[in-house]
C-alpha cells in the first residue's frame, strides 16, 4: 500500500506487524506505534520538533554509561518508572511498597557482616546507626536475606559520580545478609536531599519544564530471599524536604522512616560519642511470591 498519508499510515503499519509470532510483542509494538501515531497527529509535530526529539534521545543514549544510566532517569523524571513499578508489585497493605530503582546502584557493592560495619568510613557527616529486620505478611522473621543498601554522601552525590571511582573502593553502600532473627545493622552518615544530575539531557528537560531536581533525604534498599517478591525500596527521612515534591515521584508514606535524634553519649554500638547521632530502627515487610 503506498500513498499513505497522516491519517491512513497506521492501520498500514498495524497490517505489517499482524504476523509478528511473539503475541505480546505485537501487543506492545502495535500499542506504542498507535500512541506515537496519535500524538504526533495531537500535538501536530512538526519536522524541526521530531529532529530535536530524536536528537535528545540520542544524547540520553550517549550520556550513558556502566555508572550512569539517563535513560533511566529520564523514566523517573517523567514517572514512568514508578508507575510501572506500582502496577507490578501492587501489595496488600502492611507490606513495605516497592518504589524506583534509581540509577546509581552498582552490582557488586562489598559484603559485609551482617552486624557492626561503618559504610562511611573517610566521610564527614553526623552519625547514623541503621537497624533493620525482614519479615513476611505474618511477622515471621526472614533469615538469610540478602540487602543491598546505597545512599548520597552529605553533598549529596553518590561514591560512583567520582570519576576516579572504582568499585574496590566503594562507600555509603554494601551487601548484608540477614541473621537468625532477621535482623541486619551498620554504620553511615544521615542522608541528605541532593538534586539528580542536571548536566546531560534530563536536565535540559527539568529546566525546560521548569521543574526542581530535588529528591528527599534517603536510603535505597534492596532486599532479595527466594520465595518472595524482590523488594526495591527507600526509607525516607521523617520530614525531609521535599518530601512532597520528590522529582522521580518516589515517595510513599509507608515508606518514611523516623530518624531519631540522640544527644552526645553511648551509640548503639557501644562507641562513646561526643557528638550528637541517630538511628533508623526499620522493618520491611515482604511479599510471598
Same mark, same amino acid.
Given at each position: 500500500?503506498?500513498?499513505?498519508?497522516?491519517?491512513?499510515?497506521?492501520?498500514?503499519?498495524?497490517?505489517?506487524?499482524?504476523?509478528?509470532?511473539?503475541?505480546?510483542?505485537?501487543?506492545?509494538?502495535?500499542?506504542?506505534?498507535?500512541?506515537?501515531?496519535?500524538?504526533?497527529?495531537?500535538?501536530?509535530?512538526?519536522?524541526?520538533?521530531?529532529?530535536?526529539?530524536?536528537?535528545?534521545?540520542?544524547?540520553?543514549?550517549?550520556?550513558?554509561?556502566?555508572?550512569?544510566?539517563?535513560?533511566?532517569?529520564?523514566?523517573?523524571?517523567?514517572?514512568?518508572?514508578?508507575?510501572?513499578? !506500582?502496577?507490578? *508489585?501492587?501489595?496488600?497493605?502492611?507490606?513495605?511498597?516497592?518504589?524506583?530503582?534509581?540509577?546509581?546502584? /552498582? +552490582? #557488586? @557493592?562489598?559484603?559485609?557482616?551482617?552486624?557492626?560495619?561503618?559504610?562511611?568510613?573517610?566521610?564527614?557527616?553526623?552519625?547514623?546507626?541503621?537497624?533493620?529486620?525482614?519479615?513476611?505478611?505474618?511477622?515471621?522473621?526472614?533469615?538469610?536475606?540478602?540487602?543491598?543498601?546505597?545512599?548520597?554522601?552529605?553533598?549529596?552525590?553518590?561514591?560512583?559520580?567520582?570519576?576516579?571511582?572504582?568499585?574496590?573502593?566503594?562507600?555509603?553502600?554494601?551487601?548484608?545478609?540477614?541473621?537468625?532473627?532477621?535482623?541486619?545493622?551498620?554504620?553511615?552518615?544521615?542522608?541528605?536531599?541532593?538534586?539528580?544530575?542536571?548536566?546531560?539531557?534530563?536536565?535540559?528537560?527539568?529546566?525546560?519544564?521548569?521543574?526542581?531536581?530535588?529528591?528527599? !533525604?534517603?536510603? *535505597?534498599?534492596?532486599?532479595?530471599?527466594?520465595?518472595?517478591?524482590?523488594?526495591?525500596?527507600?526509607?525516607? /527521612? +521523617? #520530614? @525531609?524536604?521535599?518530601?512532597?515534591?520528590?522529582?522521580?515521584?518516589?515517595?510513599?508514606?509507608?515508606?518514611?522512616?523516623?530518624?531519631?535524634?540522640?544527644?552526645?553519649?553511648?551509640?548503639?554500638?557501644?562507641?562513646?560519642?561526643?557528638?550528637?547521632?541517630?538511628?533508623?530502627?526499620?522493618?520491611?515487610?515482604?511479599?510471598?511470591?
Amino acid at each position: 500500500m503506498y500513498n499513505l498519508d497522516e491519517h491512513t499510515i497506521t492501520a498500514e503499519f498495524l497490517r505489517r506487524i499482524q504476523d509478528t509470532p511473539n503475541p505480546r510483542i505485537r501487543e506492545i509494538v502495535a500499542s506504542l506505534a498507535t500512541h506515537l501515531h496519535d500524538f504526533a497527529r495531537e500535538v501536530r509535530l512538526t519536522e524541526e520538533e521530531w529532529h530535536e526529539g530524536i536528537k535528545f534521545l540520542t544524547r540520553t543514549g550517549q550520556i550513558s554509561n556502566d555508572t550512569r544510566q539517563e535513560m533511566i532517569l529520564l523514566s523517573d523524571t517523567f514517572g514512568l518508572s514508578q508507575l510501572v513499578v !506500582a502496577q507490578n *508489585h501492587s501489595r496488600p497493605q502492611g507490606l513495605t511498597e516497592q518504589t524506583v530503582f534509581g540509577p546509581f546502584h /552498582v +552490582e #557488586g @557493592a562489598p559484603k559485609r557482616h551482617s552486624h557492626g560495619d561503618d559504610i562511611s568510613i573517610g566521610y564527614p557527616g553526623i552519625p547514623l546507626f541503621v537497624t533493620g529486620r525482614v519479615v513476611d505478611g505474618a511477622n515471621h522473621t526472614i533469615a538469610d536475606a540478602v540487602v543491598d543498601v546505597w545512599h548520597a554522601d552529605p553533598e549529596g552525590f553518590y561514591d560512583v559520580q567520582d570519576p576516579n571511582w572504582v568499585s574496590d573502593e566503594a562507600k555509603l553502600r554494601g551487601v548484608f545478609e540477614t541473621d537468625e532473627q532477621g535482623s541486619f545493622s551498620f554504620r553511615t552518615i544521615m542522608p541528605t536531599s541532593y538534586p539528580i544530575p542536571m548536566d546531560g539531557p534530563v536536565g535540559d528537560i527539568m529546566r525546560a519544564t521548569n521543574r526542581h531536581p530535588m529528591r528527599p !533525604a534517603h536510603i *535505597h534498599f534492596m532486599i532479595k530471599k527466594p520465595g518472595f517478591d524482590p523488594l526495591v525500596t527507600h526509607v525516607f /527521612v +521523617e #520530614g @525531609a524536604a521535599y518530601i512532597d515534591s520528590d522529582a522521580v515521584f518516589g515517595v510513599r508514606s509507608s515508606c518514611i522512616g523516623r530518624f531519631v535524634r540522640h544527644e552526645a553519649g553511648q551509640a548503639p554500638d557501644g562507641a562513646s560519642l561526643n557528638e550528637p547521632f541517630y538511628t533508623l530502627d526499620y522493618t520491611f515487610v515482604l511479599a510471598s511470591e
